[in-house]
């Protein structure tokens, strides 16, 4: 499916960017004229990328600098530019994209904290017509009006893959625990019913023993995974909403003395210290979930602005990683 | 005893005919109350008529405050009962108590020194206009107003905490008074007032008599005592040990009854034995010209080994400040201390110590003792780096130094273990003697010792003082009590306005020379 | 008429009992905890598990021990999350000079926060919320700025060694963890320092009139409380593997306060537990653990958790006679 | 300068002088952060086009005004010489709760949050008259509590309610000449808080117990009734914090408010109020409220801060301006005597 990595890093960095899978040609489109805004030049125009949380984790890292990347490329002077973070803090971000909109940005980029609570930002930016592309996570509202499009993968699709590949590592029997992401996260949410839902599907002899959250967070997920190797000593797999907390598990795995390929670990994301596990052993499959929105973002809103159809959900291809590839494209991991 | 003639006498002719013929307006019967380790009240009984002046007397911890606060709800008795204009009652605090016409004025100045003066006065009965909302114009004049009465003019707008201890006092009066009360208990109101002030306080007293309210006049003062009082409830240890009229008692027997011994009629009223062989030699502590923005001006003192100076001069002359100062808790702007000959630089609380500058604070309990402590760590404090090796404590030599002062002060605690906070007034002054006296101090600088303390502990505390400058150590002396200055000191350097306006010694240390002193200067 | 006899004789009253409770009551609130566990949850017992919760705890008993410290002289230290991540900031850039290079200079970088901290509270004269407040806020910054925002992984053996190996059995971060809580209640207990600190935080100006040196004993608290939150910031660094400035020790300021007042320290200074903060800390872990391995979800945790802290806390408060 | 001289004139004009300075020094004081706030704004609109836009105006003021509200409870609280760390819980907890009820009308969606959010502050008050326990730990319980009822009603988070009612949408994002409706509500409620505090009998015993409890008992204070209803006050502002946002973003958002309660406090001391309790305003308050709300703004107006710089810059100026205000406080003292 993937193609061949290169060895050179410029070749991965086009390997690694993000392919459309499906343009949902089903579901609704938008053009410029639909939405009611004014055809605006990306080289001169101002544009507004809100973060949701700190550059961190190498997600968001990959994701801002993906973003800064690609308006560099296509030669928007760097004031023109406004970036914001939100410090996971959401009020701070609605905030922050109401300053944006007063600033008079003409198109604005959103990764958002939440998926609900945009009303205000809309009343704003729906009456001066300023684009909104919402990437990573999809914000509830309705496209072509609201915001023009979502960029991103689809999150129970993940799960759902995942499920797979644990079904697959433990031949359809064992019992499987799950580190959750952030209490209240829509990211968490669809994971966890995609991998529930997909797993009672295709492997009933699978038992879900234990689910708590590790917060997204490494620390928390060694610290829940520590907990929950006392409570069930015997469980077969682990299924992390992200790498962070996969990463965690695996030092607790460590820890409690289990070797590499003991417990089956699925994880998602995509990271390099996720793909260099599973080169390690340590990891069974990772889902990925690309970041690198840049230049999906900036074509897309091109297009817009040149009056093509948009459609609604842009959803990304999202690779996998295992055994099989693992060593050969961990370059295309961020 | 040469009181007489220091206060122009008024008589109380005929009041105690009018009191002993009016009802109980309060009556307390067998009231018992138990605190951890101490029975502070035991079985006691107290009446109080209408338009008596009830002198409530006995040594520090003897149970007079808690008496007081059982009165007025504050504390909930084990024991016994309460009756208020003929009905018992138990008030669930002193608001309560307040409402049904119990006003206290307490020991301590209970007032909220951040609100303003007029805030204060009217806390919790502050006019209002149509719309329910505070009238701060008309609070404010009315404030002034009724605060010209007790002789304060100051602004009623500024904090209450930027007044004088006097005057604040004096708004806590007011405010007691305000409200129209049938009862109004005063727990030793003067101790931080100066003889004007103290008039002023026995002119409202005299009003409030002639209005037929009774009055709970608590005081450590004998000869207030006997100005104003006609009744008199004596308590010891928490029981009660003698009721009846004032003028029956005399003072020796007073003494008496309250220590439980007997007290030879000759003795003077304080216990200084008088004049101290000063050595003529080189002065222990020297301060020349020591400055400080608004509070002192040029003041030069010397203090020879054994000898007892007095700072004498009124309320806010700038004696409690002049101690700080050597005592290196108030920054100078220029000035020099010396002890031994030898020039501190950059006075600290530390190097004063260092230096063998010992310092009672006037403020025992914000400024003087760790009250959550017990009485050996406070006894210890200033002495740690003495008692340790490499920074451990060595226990053992704390009990030892803790033991041997335990014993010279007659501190009276369950063991040196118990909190500082529950033992008398009288016995927390004397941890805190204890405390600079394991400093192997060259000089104490001793800021009213013996206020709020009862006579016992008084004249133990004045003994003391003879007893140290007897063994050399140089004192510094203020009080408020005259005639304790007087007695106490050799010498009296007398303060206004923070400077030196005078030196009186040898055979003119006398009151009168004193009083004169102070007048020529204020003229 | 010292110390009358019967008052001794009278010692085990019910008002004594009464008086013992806010010393003991986290000891027995601790020991319901553990019996709740043998009971109820499986392979309480079990070695690995003990292990794993005194792992788990050793970061929030260290800062906790600190904060003792703080809240014995009346204060309060906010910042310590913040120089945990300072010291996990640190580290990655030092490692090259060996373990023992970053270590110091994590410990160094406590020690400016706190005497940063002591300076305020005790030159400026600031509010130490206050104080330290702010420090929780720029701190992180500064953190985040050290490590460009990201997190970095460790790969020093002998670094990680510290949080993954063990000594007769114990893990060294427990041993370390031990170690301290015996130094700190040395301190409290025996050192002129310890008894200083009481005194400042039962009477401040008592204490200056006294001769203590008060801002040189509050500077050096601060300090200590910042040097320890940097050691739980290097344990909980070599124990994950990577240095997450962003991340960690986030709001182990709260949990550290609520071991140490569990423990019946009380917030208004004047007395510190040593060992009961070590048992609040403790037992608020135990009591994460049973809901993790009960599987409670995570609203009823938070509410068990917070029922918990102000039974233990109720019954560990000074009763006051009226 | 000195007053080595003892005649009397002397003293008394230094004496005057130093009324003078004192009075100057306590308006800096009393206003520091009105000053600060006066600066950066001048700063801002000599620096940024787009800040000095009407826009820009409406959008800090609506942005403030939740934050505004739980720093007018905050502000009671610490006067009282207590502190309240349940507020962003609160407010959480608030805006799920104004969500849900929204879909029976924009009085429910006002009534819920604030009954509960009102119940909350009644018990936590209760607790600390009562039981007599810190604030400090009562209110820490409070917030995890708070923060688990929110998980237990929103599904661990997974529920996000929308808000039902239009007219309860539009309250929270329409405008009236370009100001939100919030910010009106946000004035007028800070308004009425000014003359609760400073001119009802509440008002004068929130001060007395702060300034000294014990003094206030024995002055006839009722200790424990104004104790809770602060704590009251506090949690129904901030539940309605909570759902006047939920107004304004349309649901009932879950992942708010860590962090919030320190932001408040921050607001309120930098506004000139004493953590100790016992002084304090409210027009402190809000300029405190404001120059976060204003830093963060010409952050934003940067545009090219990092993250990592905005932390260190919020902790700088929380700093400055507190250390500021102490050392104008101590020169206050010493002017004074
Ligand atoms: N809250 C308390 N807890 C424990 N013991 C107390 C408490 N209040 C008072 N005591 C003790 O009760 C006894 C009586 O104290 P009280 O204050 O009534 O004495 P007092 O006669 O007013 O003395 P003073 O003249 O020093 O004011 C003392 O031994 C004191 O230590
Ligand atoms: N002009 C003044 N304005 C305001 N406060 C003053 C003024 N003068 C003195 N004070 C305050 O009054 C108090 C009493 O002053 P000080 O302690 O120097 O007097 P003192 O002679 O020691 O009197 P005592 O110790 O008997 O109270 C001090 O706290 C001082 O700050
Ligand atoms: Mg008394
Ligand atoms: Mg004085």
Redesign the interface.
Known sequence: EDDNAGSASTANASAAAQATKSADAAGATCTLQQYGGTKVDLNTATVGFSQSEKEANPFRIAETQSIKDEAGKLGIPTGNLKTTNADSKFDKQITDVSTLIDQGVQLLIIAPLNSDGWDSVFAKANAKHIPIVTIDRKINAKSCTNYLTFIGSDFAEQGKRAADKMAKALNNTGTVSILLGAPGNNVTTLRTSGFKDELAKVAPGIKIVFEQTGNFSREDGQKTAEQLLQANPNVNGIYAENDEMALGAITALKGASKKAGDVKIVTIDGTKGAVQGIVDGWIYSVIESNPRFGPLAFSTATKFFNGEAIPENIIIQDREYDTTNASSDLGLAY | MAQAGRFPAWAFSGLLERGNMSEPLLEVTGVSKQ???VRALDDVSFTLRAGEVHALVGENGAGKSTLIKVLTG???PDAGEVRYLGAPVSFA???DA??AGIS?I?QEV??????SVA??LF??R?P?NRL???D?ARMNREAADVLAGYGITSDVRRPLG?MPLGAQQMVALA?AVMIEARVVVMDEPTSSLEPREVETLFGVIRRLHEQGVGIIYVSHRLDELYRICDGVTILRDGRLVRAGRLADLQRVELVSHMLGRPVSAERSFTSFAGEHDAAAGTPVLRATDL?S???L??VTFEVRPGEVVGLGGLLGAGRSETIKAV?G?LPL??GRVEVDGRTLRRPT??S???AGIA?Q?EDRK????????SVR?NI???V??RL?TA???SERRIDEIVETF?TRLR?????PHQRVGDLSGGNQQKVLLA?LLA?GPKVLLLDEPTRGIDVGAKAEVQALIDELAAEGLGVVLVSSDAEELIEGSDRVVVL????V?GMLRGDEVTTEHLMNVIATAAS | MTAPADVKARGLDLARLRRLLPAYGVYVALLVLVLFNIGYTDNFLEWSNLRIQLVQVTPVVIVALGMALVIGTEGIDLSVGSVMALGAAIIPLYLGYGAVAAIILALVGGLVIGLVNGGLVAYVGLQPIVATLAMLVAGRGIALVLSSGRYKDIRDKDFLAIGTDSLFGVPYTVWIAAVLAVVVGFLVRRTVFGRRLLAIGDNRPAAVLAGVPVRRVLISVYIISGMLAAVAGIIQVSRIGSADASRIGLLIELSAITAVVVGGTPLTGGKVRVLGTVAGALLMQLLTATMIANNLRDSTAQMVQAVIILVAVYAARERRTR | MSTVTTAPEAVERAEAASMRTERIVELVQRQGALAVLALVIVVGVVSFDSFRTFDNLGTVLISAAPPALIALGMTFVIVSGGIDLSVGSLYVLGGVLAAWASQYGTWAAFALPLVVCGVFGLVQGSIIAYARLAPFIVTLAGLLGARGLMLALSGEGANTYLVRTDAFKHFGTGELGGIGYPVYLVAVLFGAGMLLLYRSRFGQSVYAIGGSEDAARLMGVRIRSTQIRVYVLSGLLAGLAGAINAARLGSGVTVLGTGMELDAIAAVVIGGTLLTGGAGTLGGTIAGVMLLQVIQNLINQIGTVTSAWQTVISGAFIALVVVAQTYLARLRRVASG
């Open positions: 605190f951890p380790g504050v504390y909930r605090g002193p608001l307040q409402a206290t307490y209970n007032l909220v020194p951040l609100m805030r204060n806390l919790g502050e209002r329910g909302l505070v701060v930027l405010r400055n923005r608004h509070r001006a040029g005592a808790a702007d220029s609380p530390v004063a110590l260092k310092v604070p914000a400024e003087g003792i760790a009250l959550g402590l760590e210890a404090l200033a740690l780096p340790s920074g451990v404590v335990m501190i009276k605690a369950s063991s405390r400093t206004r306005d923070g400077a306006v």
